[in-house]
């Protein structure tokens, strides 16, 4: 999830980081706000997909298995005994719901205040739409396809009536609503915020665009909102005729139409997500980043100690060329009768976690290497990353150890496939 939360929000802060440096000035309102809720949704999908931009990786990952202590023998605490620890990773996800779930709440508190003040006027059913007049004096505003105006301005200002018809024919409440998941995923990212401004403003002027469209005066129109202008803000998932950035709105009632040109300026953001998508997904950088995030085989223990340092470095390794990967040879290998969680699991219960390592409170990930070939044993067993000497040695032995497999096959005969498998220790 934090994987997913990082991807998605660099894309979307480069996306609207585009559309706030090259189109924010643009006068293609509709187009402008469809592209942005169309390419808001691709960055949070994109993340969702893998995409090898490269070679296929030569690897394959095994399930994550975290152990009970009992199973290594290290003595545990005592029963009354403070053992636990405060994981960073905990209280990152911790404050990260706390924040989404204050968002979800707050939109939900909107909403219900906005059914509210719709229930409390006068309901009139009229073509496409409903009119909820109040006798209070109060901001005009529309929801769904409810529109709430004060008997005054029901009365005296038709202008303010078909500006909110534009709102509910072109369903900007909807718009509203979609965005909030945005504001809920990545509620930290102030870009997000701006941006359902943003996304608010091309609704007015959209919506100012309609009112001019049907011969309205445009000079009689802009001091009517002059006249409207004071007041707050009251419902932030409703669309107020009072908003905010009067200037703004008056502004690009008067400016000149942009060219269609301008539209392709969309595409120069395309190479951008691609490049943050390949760098989101690269497996290049080193078999440690993705390894993180791999399925892993974990051991774990009951002794709480912080984390420390990587010892000893990465090793030169080359690939047997005659070998297959993994990932692409057609029936994959087999262990035991199981698939790679059994093998996972066989390697778990003969790891030793070594008296050397546990003193020294060193703990990492080793990744190794090996292939089965075509009668099955498991040979060309090495090290392509290590941590420790006693740890890199426990690793080997074990996988050295392994019984027969059931080869893979290429085209109905026997190959030789390539694996790659991490094996992290872990003092807790």
């Not at 802060?13 to 440096?21: C, D, G, K």
């Not at 909110?164 to 945005?182: G, I, P, R, T």
């Not at 002027?205 to 409207?228: R, S």
């Amino acid at each position: 999830m934090i994987a997913y939360i990082i991807k998605s929000g660099l894309l979307i802060s480069l996306f609207y980081s585009f559309f706030i440096l090259f189109m924010r000035r643009t006068t293609f309102f509709r187009f402008n706000r469809v592209v942005l809720l169309v390419g808001s949704t691709i960055c949070l999908t994109l993340p969702l997909i893998e995409f090898n931009f490269g070679p296929a990786m030569e690897s394959m990952y095994l399930p994550h298995l975290v152990l009970p202590a009992s199973i290594v023998g290290i003595d545990g605490p005592s029963a009354g005994e403070v053992t636990g620890s405060w994981d960073w990773k905990k209280i990152l996800t911790l404050v990260y719901i706390l924040g989404a779930g204050s968002v979800v709440l707050l939109t939900a508190a909107s909403i219900v205040k906005t059914v509210i003040m719709i229930r409390r006027g006068h309901r009139t059913d009229l073509p496409d739409m409903r009119l909820s007049v109040v006798e209070e004096d109060m901001p005009s505003f529309s929801f769904l396809r409810h529109v709430v105006m004060s008997r005054e301005d029901f009365e005296q200002n038709p202008m303010i009536l078909t500006h909110e018809q534009a709102h509910v024919k072109s369903l900007h409440s909807v718009d509203l609503l979609l965005f909030s998941a945005v504001l809920a995923l990545h509620w930290f990212n102030p870009l997000a915020w701006i941006m359902r401004t943003e996304l608010k403003m091309l609704h007015e002027y959209e919506a100012d665009e309609a009112v001019i469209n049907q011969g309205i005066d445009a000079k009689l129109y802009q001091l009517l909102l002059v006249k409207k202008a004071v007041g707050a803000q009251r419902f932030q998932m409703a669309n107020g005729f009072n908003h905010t950035k009067l200037k703004n709105r008056i502004t690009m009632m008067q400016s000149v139409k942009s060219s269609n040109w301008l539209r392709l300026g969309y595409v120069a953001c395309v190479p951008l997500l691609a490049a943050a998508l390949c760098f989101c997904t690269s497996k290049s950088n080193s078999l440690m980043d993705a390894a993180d995030n791999a399925y892993e085989a974990t051991l774990s223990y009951d002794k709480v100690e912080s984390d420390s340092p990587l010892e000893g470095s990465t090793m030169t390794h080359e690939i047997d060329q005659e070998a297959i990967p993994f990932n692409l040879v057609e029936v994959k290998p087999t262990f035991n009768v199981g698939d790679a969680n059994a093998f996972a699991k066989w390697v778990n219960s003969n790891l030793v976690y070594p008296e050397s390592a546990k003193k020294a409170h060193i703990q990492g990930r080793v990744m190794c290497q090996f292939s089965i070939d075509e009668e099955g044993n498991l040979v060309d067993a090495k090290i392509l990353r290590g941590v420790d000497e006693a740890l890199d040695n426990e690793a080997l032995r074990v996988i050295k150890m392994s019984p027969k497999w059931e080869p893979g096959f290429m085209d109905g005969k026997p190959v030789k496939v390539t694996f790659t498998f991490p094996i992290i220790y872990t003092l807790k």
